[in-house]
């Protein structure tokens, strides 16, 4: 589901005169999608007489602590590398159908697509098992809700704001003198932004993370390696 669509069906759910949490056929397509993924790689891993179950846990995707750039297993032979890549583009289309918890996992991974090592492969099957404990846990639901998200401004109080002056100076919201009164839903727009400073033992270069719901809907999710290296955490959330 791309982005304007997404921002569309919220766009009619805002419209509905109250509040309202709506169950969209695309939870059902990403269920069927994911299911379907995970059986073939059963099946896949079978034949190799192995199965997920080999793969840890399932409580996370991959452990926090495992630094895909410091890898130091085999390099994959072109069957192998080909079925990594299969996995990822896998990956990747339920991050859009709306798995957002293995965006970060995958993204990292994607940055090692050219000459992929076994550690990769094994932390891909982990993403698998981590999926599959999902779904036999609590299949999930992809949704999108008009209630409005109220945010206390009171959490923002230790922060000295003179400090930010310099980059925000005299910073308010423009409202038109003459701007027609606001009708509907209130709708509010909260962006969570964060990276891993300096996170690529090797580069080290950050990783950013974006998150923009509308409301209480998640309409866009980014994650993506920065292109420079920088000397503070304050500029690599800039970026």
């Known amino acids: 589901m791309g982005l ?3 921002i569309d069906i919220l766009a009619v759910i805002l419209s509905v005169s109250r509040p309202v949490t709506v169950l969209l056929h695309g939870a059902l397509v990403a269920i069927t999608f994911l299911s379907n993924a995970i059986r073939q790689v059963q099946k896949e891993l079978a034949q190799k007489n192995l199965t997920l179950k080999q793969f840890g846990t399932g409580l996370r995707p991959y452990p926090s602590s495992y630094r895909l750039e410091m890898g130091v297993t ?5 069957e ?4 990594l890549q299969q996995l990822i583009g896998i990956s990747r289309w339920a991050i859009e159908l709306g798995r957002i918890d293995i965006l970060t996992e995958v993204s990292r991974l994607s940055l090692h697509l050219a000459e992929p090592r076994d550690g990769h492969l094994i932390a891909v099957y982990k993403i698998f098992k981590y999926l599959d404990a999902c779904l036999k846990k609590d299949k999930g639901r992809a949704v999108f809700s008009s209630k409005f998200k109220f945010i206390d401004d009171i959490i923002f109080n230790d922060i000295n704001r003179e400090e930010w002056k310099d980059f ?5 919201e423009e409202i038109p003198i003459r701007g027609p009164e606001p009708l509907g839903n209130p ?3 909260t962006a ?8 690529n033992l090797k580069t080290r270069r950050s990783h950013s993370g974006i998150l923009i719901y509308m409301n209480q809907a998640p309409i866009i999710w980014y994650s993506k390696k920065q292109n420079t290296v920088e000397a503070s955490s304050f500029i690599t959330l800039r970026i």
């Open 4 to 6: 304007v669509s997404r």
């Open 74 to 78: 085999p390099t994959l032979d072109e």
């Open 80 to 83: 192998g590398t080909n079925r």
């Open 168 to 172: 925000y100076k005299d910073a308010h």
């Open 187 to 189: 709708v509010r727009l």
């Open 192 to 199: 969570y932004v964060d990276t891993n400073y300096a996170g």
